[in-house]
């Protein structure tokens, strides 16, 4: 027999979670990079379509004030040394002014939009700076508006801050409430309309587990925000009901300032079931864009600039983006502010929000516009948790997040995170078992998936690979992908602990026999040691190929959660969906022979028996193309009581058939 290598593996050390990992940051990443490269467009289009000229803004700003009854005054007519005042609310839900005045024009600050500079005498100021939270502040000068605060300096001694023009704002105001382009599911056969984004190679990879070479991970630039410059003021992430660990992945994904015990959620309903009355909304209002509502909660806290429509059903806020995504339909709410709590490096507001009160329609560079006649829908996602010990009681929390392609999987992880951190604080060896249930609508009606699996964590949890959870990658493939976005109706997941360590870890493999001929029983001799316990050998048969003569396979050996079975590429979303359910077992084992040759994944099946010269010709060349080459395989899943840990491969030459003489 020649190997090109010893029949003994080198050992791979086991990593927990190794495969959903993986699994999680490639899908994550290259989901991300294909948005951003199919939102270019659209970006670019904004920049095109933004009014250029004074007539245009000129009929904006008409068409938005005319059922307002507040003058504004245009940045041309301001000068340094101006005198007006500001209004927020500094505590409670009442308003109150503070005194400003204007240092400078700051020409271009932003494209096409000036900045203007002030100064604020006022000693609640002199004392916090100025303050996140107080976004959208509307600034008056002889009775006039003139736009929203909405930038700062970190770190200032002085109240200095930017004003955000309000003809800028207005501009936003006049743009339509678009759901048509909202994602949604498809209502026809066939791919939907939706701005669902692409990640094709991606998933070929991670969701039907063909051997593809993904693009390096995108690498992307620190965020510089330096000392000296005007910034735009962070709003503050008030959260309720939400641990030390969870509020740092929420701080993580949003890039905002966390403020906990600042949230409720905004109440849809009073308590006998009676509707919320209708605020009616003034500028200087402290409003609150909710994420989450329920046991856990996240506000995004705001100030309201500007009020109008027939009956003060549109509003104008912030004076800056949000997250700076176009059209929205998240829920907002009136909100009450508990303290200013100061800081040197930006101080900020406490609050919590009260009555869910209307839905913020666009989110664009200088404002965030809401309209209070139209109601967002939220997603009720149910958490239950069972720790380890059994004397603790099992909770479970009933919460309701906001819907983005990105939105959704990040607030439920938070959510899953939060259990995570109350139920598995124990520094012992723990097991977890992450079961998610999600109802959900596509073209072809409604769907329900079941999604479970098994993690071992030793000496504590880790609430990053919580984070990365199978369930919470199948929502994430359920709304970022190439087919259509699914309507998800409802989300159950649940975290149940146990101690123990039911884990082997594969130190070595060894193939039995000395030589091995195409279509021999191969046997391995795999090597399992228990953690801080003893070794044993498991022999496991494989069958070698009958046409692998004279070729160097590759044998790999690993747990259930380190492998995922090859499947055709998907013609549609429940394809997709249908090809995720088919996974491998936490307790199994998995072996596999690969093959230099190479098959064919494509939309009408695997193709795997086809000479090169066939591959090639079914392969397209010169454009992009759904079929995906893998690796031709043989594999056999033994189930096993304990999760299977690590991975080993060896290379071995194969013989010609016996009875075959040798080329």
Do not use: C
């Amino acid at each position: 027999m020649h190997s090109s290598s010893p029949h003994t593996s080198r050992a791979a050390a086991p990593r927990d979670g190794q495969g959903l990992g993986r699994r999680w940051s490639l899908a994550l990443g290259l989901a991300t990079l294909a948005g951003l490269l199919t939102a270019a467009p659209g970006l670019i289009a904004g920049f095109v379509a933004a009014p250029a000229t004074a007539k245009a803004k000129a009929k904006a700003q008409t068409a938005s004030t005319r059922a307002s009854s507040v003058p504004i005054m245009p940045v041309d007519a301001i000068k340094p040394g101006m005198k007006g005042y500001g209004v927020t609310v500094f505590s409670g839900t009442q308003s109150d002014r503070f005194e400003i005045e204007v240092i400078d024009i700051i020409p271009d600050y932003l494209t096409r939009q000036p900045a203007i500079l002030f100064r604020s005498p006022d000693p609640r100021l002199l004392h916090s700076g100025i303050v996140g939270g107080m976004s959208g502040s509307p600034i008056y000068i002889e009775g006039k508006l003139v736009g929203a605060l909405a930038y700062g300096y970190r770190f200032n001694k002085d109240p200095i801050g930017g004003i955000s023009p309000i003809e800028n704002m207005l501009e936003v105001d006049a743009l339509p409430y678009r759901p048509e382009v909202l994602p949604r599911p498809s209502t026809g056969a066939g791919r939907s309309t939706a701005q669902a984004r692409a990640g094709t190679r991606g998933w070929a990879d991670a969701m039907l587990g063909l051997d593809v070479s993904p693009l390096p991970p995108r690498r992307r630039p620190a965020d510089l925000n330096p000392v000296e410059g005007l910034t735009t003021l962070e709003s503050p992430l008030s959260v309720g009901g939400f641990g030390p660990a969870a509020t740092r992945a929420l701080s993580e994904q949003f890039g905002m300032i966390p403020v906990r015990g600042g949230a409720r959620g905004g109440v849809a309903k009073m308590p006998d079931g009676t509707p919320v009355a209708k605020k009616a909304w003034k500028g200087g209002d402290s409003l609150s864009v909710l994420l989450a509502r329920g046991d856990n909660a996240i506000d995004v806290n705001g100030t309201v600039t500007w009020v109008g429509g027939k009956q003060g059903e549109r509003l104008l806020a912030f004076g800056h983006p949000m997250f700076d995504i176009g059209p929205t339909n998240v829920p907002i709410a009136d909100a009450r502010v508990h303290v200013i709590i100061p800081s040197v490096q930006r101080s900020v507001k406490l609050a919590s929000s009260l009555t869910t009160q209307g839905t913020m329609v666009q989110d664009r560079q200088s404002a965030i516009a809401v309209r209070t006649d139209i109601t967002a829908p939220m997603i009720p996602v149910v958490t239950h948790m069972r720790p380890a010990d059994p004397d603790m009681p099992a909770r479970e929390y009933k919460s309701e997040v906001a819907f983005g392609l990105d939105l959704t999987p990040g607030l439920t992880g938070a959510l899953l995170v939060d259990a995570a951190s109350e139920a598995g604080t124990d520094e012992a060896d723990l097991t977890a078992v992450v079961r998610h249930e999600i109802a959900f609508t596509t073209s072809k009606g409604p769907r329900e998936i079941t999604v479970e699996e098994e993690m071992f964590f030793p000496l504590g949890m880790s609430t990053r690979v919580i984070r990365s959870a199978r369930g919470l990658l199948v929502l994430a493939a359920l709304l970022d992908n190439q087919f259509e976005v699914a309507r998800v109706r409802s989300i159950k997941q649940s975290l149940k602990l146990e101690y123990g360590d039911p884990i082997d870890a594969i130190e070595a493999v060894r193939v039995a026999q000395d030589d091995v001929h195409a279509g021999d029983l191969l046997k391995l001799e795999i090597d399992l040691r228990r953690r801080h316990g003893e070794l044993r050998t498991e022999t496991l048969e494989l069958r070698v190929p009958d046409d692998a003569g004279e070729q160097e396979i590759i044998i790999h050996v690993t747990g259930g959660d380190g492998a995922v079975p090859y499947s055709p590429m998907p013609k549609t979303l429940d394809d997709l969906i249908d090809n995720v359910e088919r996974t491998y077992p936490s307790r199994s084992m998995v072996a596999t022979i690969y093959r230099e040759h190479e098959g064919l994944s494509t939309r009408h099946g695997l193709l795997e028996d086809i000479p090169d010269s066939v591959l090639e010709t079914l392969t397209p060349q010169g454009r992009t193309t759904p079929a995906v080459r893998f690796k031709k395989m043989a594999r056999r899943v033994i189930p096993t009581k304990r999760i299977i840990e690590g991975e080993h491969r060896l290379s071995i030459d194969v013989l010609p058939r016996r009875g075959l003489p040798r080329r």
